[in-house]
């Protein structure tokens, strides 16, 4: 799940994390993530939108499920 501390290295690592077996979903926390990248509640911010488009990549790149988990 990338929501929480170290979700700007996971991001970063997304490739190895989508990757790896046993992983099976790519499950973003979209309040938590919004709030680590400094932009809380902001779904519609450039850094928010590109952390998405760069785990979304990284999904359908190594065929596995994309998610997101938002509360409110």
Do not use: Q
């Amino acid at each position: 799940m990338i929501e929480t501390r170290g979700s700007i290295e996971s991001i970063e690592s997304i490739d190895s994390i989508a990757s790896t077996t046993g992983v099976d979903v790519l499950l973003i926390g979209s309040n938590d993530l919004s709030i680590e990248l400094g932009v809380p509640g902001d779904f519609a911010s450039d850094v928010f939108r590109d952390a998405l488009v760069k785990v979304s990549a990284a999904a359908k790149r190594h065929g596995k499920i994309r998610g997101f988990l938002r509360r409110g």
